[in-house]
């Protein structure tokens, strides 16, 4: 996982102002350093929708197992190991991305919280990483991505 942050971190590294060599990462090396870490496992992906106690309401917290981009701009997650779930919803195998639908993306330690097109008024996911460092590197790639993409 070290060699993984580090060339996530070094990628990163060229998103940050000042810092930037005369060549900008691309949107497909980004997508690559993506793919690579999210293969290494480590990453939880949790929904939950409504407040707890309504009939409305249903979480499921599934590991990330692999990734892969799939067309321009969208990445599907392998996600079939289910850690929990509420007994109201069937979790599928895959977690889709389409960067450019993604908003309200804020990362709070090792969290990153987003809103998609497709979700509920009142659903929310977030991704839990192994550390407040990566997930405020991936979430600097969250945001490319989605400005890139959009």
């Given at each position: 996982?070290?060699?993984?942050?580090?060339?996530l971190t070094?990628?990163?590294?060229?998103?940050?102002?000042?810092?930037?060599?005369a060549?900008?990462?691309?949107?497909?090396?980004?997508e690559?350093?993506?793919?690579d870490?999210?293969?290494?496992?480590?990453?939880?992906?949790?929904?939950?929708?409504?407040?707890?106690?309504?009939?409305?309401?249903?979480y499921?917290?599934?590991?990330?197992?692999?990734?892969?981009?799939?067309?321009?701009?969208?990445m599907?997650?392998?996600?079939?190991?289910?850690l929990?779930?509420?007994p109201?919803?069937?979790?599928a195998?895959?977690?889709?991305?389409?960067?450019?639908?993604?908003?309200?993306?804020?990362v709070?330690?090792d969290?990153?919280?987003?809103?998609?097109?497709?979700?509920?008024?009142?659903?929310?996911a977030?991704m839990?990483?192994?550390?407040a460092?990566?997930?405020?590197?991936?979430w600097a790639?969250f945001?490319?991505?989605?400005?890139?993409?959009?």
């Open positions: 996982m070290r060699a993984l942050l580090a060339g070094a990628v990163l590294l060229l998103l940050i102002p000042g810092t930037a060599s060549q900008d990462p691309s949107r497909a090396e980004l690559g350093a993506m793919v870490m999210f293969s290494a496992g480590n990453v939880i992906i949790m929904n939950v929708h409504g407040d707890e106690g309504t009939p409305e309401h249903w499921m917290i599934r590991e990330i197992s692999g990734a892969r981009v799939t067309s321009d701009c969208f599907e997650l392998a996600t079939p190991t289910v929990d779930n509420s109201n919803v069937t979790p195998p895959h977690y889709r991305i389409a960067w450019a639908n993604l908003s309200e993306v804020e709070e330690g969290i990153i919280f987003f809103r998609a097109a497709h979700m509920a008024e009142n659903e929310l977030g839990l990483f192994e550390d460092d990566l997930a405020e590197m991936v790639v945001e490319f991505m989605i400005e890139d993409c959009s």
